[in-house]
C-alpha cells in the first residue's frame, strides 16, 4: 500500500523523476533498480518486469548524458542515408524510420539520423558519430551484396544489423523480408492463371535484395514446371525509364512473355508506360507483378498486384534488436524473417493470347506505333 501511495504521488509532481525515486517506491536499492532497467542478466523477469511497470506509470525517463558518463553509450541508434542512392531510400524511409523512432523511444533511446554523398563519406560520418558519441551502432538499411559498410565496421568493431541478407550473412545479425518467397508465390499465382512464358526484370545486382529476388523467381519456375529461358531475365533496371527499355526487348522476342514479374513497383510502372504506348492490355494482353506495396502501386490502373512490406515494423523491430545487443553483448547473433502479404490487383488475369499470338499481335502494334509517329 505504501508503495502505491508513493507512485501516485509522485505521478502527480511535475518534478524529474529519478532512480532514488523508483529505489524509494519500490523498496529496493538503487543499483537493482538500475541494473533492472539496463536489461542486465542477474536481474529476475519478475523483478525486471516490476521496476519496468513503475517506471513507466511515475513517468521516469533517463537522462542520455547520466547513462553515457556511466556506461561509456549515447543510447543513440544510427542510422545514415546516403543521398546518391538512386531513390535515396525514399519507397520506405519514412515509415521505417517512424518504426525505429517508435522502438528508441520506448526504451528511452534517441535516433540518430545523418546523411552523406557518397560511399566514403558515409563511412567518415559513422567514424564521427560513434567518436563523438552520438552514436552506439548503426542500422544498415538497403544492404549491399558485398557492403563496405559491413567491412568497414567490422573492422572498427562497431555495432550493427543489416536490414537485409548480404552475400555473407550466416554469421550476422539481420531482420529482413523473405522477398525470394514472394517471387516464388508471384510465378505460382502466374503460372495458376495460364501463364508460360514469364519474364523478370530485375534491379541492380549491386543490392543483396535482387540476388534474393532472382532465386524465388527461378525457384518458382522450377515448381511451376517451366523451363528457364534466359532471354526472359533483364537485370540492372533502377529507373522506370530502364525497366520500359527491359520492356521493348521482352515484347520483341520471337515468343514474347504474356506475364512480367517486376523486382519493385518502381520498375512496374516502366512496363506499365510500354503497354500505354503500344495499346497492350494489362491484366490481359499481358500480365504484370511487382513488389513492395508502395502508394505507386496502389495509383496504377489497373492497380498493380503487388507484395506489401511493413517497413514500420521492421523499423520497430530492427530497433529493439540493436538495443539488447547494445544491452548485453553476450546475446547471440539474431535474425529474423517476414514475409510480405500478396495485394491481388487488375495487372493480373488468364492471358488472353498465347505467345505465338502475342507476337504476330506486337508486330501490329509496333508498326501501328510508327505510323502514329511519321
Not at 536499492?29 to 523483478?47: C, F, H, M
Amino acid at each position: 500500500m505504501r508503495t502505491d501511495t508513493k507512485m501516485d504521488r509522485r505521478s502527480r509532481d511535475n518534478a524529474r523523476v529519478t532512480i532514488t525515486d523508483l529505489s524509494q517506491a519500490l523498496s529496493l536499492t538503487k543499483g537493482t533498480v538500475s541494473r533492472a532497467l539496463n536489461g542486465y542478466p542477474d536481474i529476475s523477469e519478475t523483478t525486471r518486469v516490476r521496476v519496468e511497470r513503475a517506471a513507466q506509470a511515475m513517468g521516469y525517463r533517463p537522462l542520455s548524458h547520466a547513462q553515457a558518463i556511466k556506461t561509456g553509450r549515447s543510447c543513440s541508434l544510427g542510422l545514415v542515408v546516403e543521398l546518391s542512392e538512386h531513390d535515396a531510400h525514399r519507397p520506405f524511409l519514412a515509415e521505417f524510420l517512424a518504426g525505429l523512432t517508435q522502438a528508441a523511444s520506448k526504451e528511452g533511446w534517441t535516433l540518430t539520423v545523418a546523411t552523406s554523398e557518397n560511399e566514403s563519406d558515409t563511412l567518415k560520418i559513422m567514424r564521427d558519430l560513434v567518436q563523438d558519441h552520438k552514436a552506439d551502432g548503426f542500422i544498415l538499411p538497403r544492404v549491399l551484396w558485398q557492403d563496405p559498410r559491413i567491412a568497414f565496421l567490422d573492422r572498427e568493431e562497431i555495432p550493427f544489423i543489416c536490414y537485409g541478407r548480404p552475400k555473407d550473412h550466416k554469421e550476422m545479425s539481420y531482420f529482413d523480408v523473405a522477398s525470394e518467397t514472394s517471387m516464388r508465390d508471384a510465378v505460382a499465382w502466374l503460372a495458376g492463371l495460364g501463364h508460360t512464358r514469364i519474364a523478370y526484370i530485375g534491379s541492380s545486382t549491386h543490392y543483396a535484395y535482387s540476388h534474393l529476388r532472382r532465386e524465388g523467381y527461378l525457384a518458382g519456375l522450377l515448381e511451376a514446371g517451366i523451363d528457364a529461358a534466359p532471354e526472359l531475365i533483364s537485370e540492372g533496371a533502377l529507373s522506370p525509364d530502364e525497366a520500359a527499355q527491359a520492356t521493348r526487348r521482352l515484347l520483341a522476342l520471337e515468343l514474347p512473355p504474356t506475364a512480367i514479374l517486376c523486382a519493385t513497383d518502381t520498375l512496374a510502372r516502366g512496363v506499365y508506360e510500354v503497354a500505354n504506348v503500344l495499346g497492350l492490355k494489362i491484366g490481359s494482353e499481358l500480365s504484370v507483378i511487382g513488389y513492395d506495396g508502395s502508394p505507386e502501386a496502389q495509383a496504377m490502373w489497373p492497380r498493380l498486384a503487388s507484395f506489401a512490406v511493413d517497413n514500420r515494423k521492421a523499423g520497430a523491430a530492427l530497433g529493439a534488436m540493436f538495443i539488447a545487443r547494445i544491452r548485453d553483448a553476450g546475446v547471440p547473433v539474431t535474425q529474423d524473417l517476414i514475409t510480405a502479404d500478396f495485394q491481388p490487383g487488375g495487372s493480373t488475369g488468364r492471358p488472353s493470347m498465347t505467345p505465338d499470338q502475342l507476337a504476330r499481335h506486337m508486330v501490329r502494334l509496333s508498326a501501328q506505333e510508327l505510323s502514329d509517329q511519321i
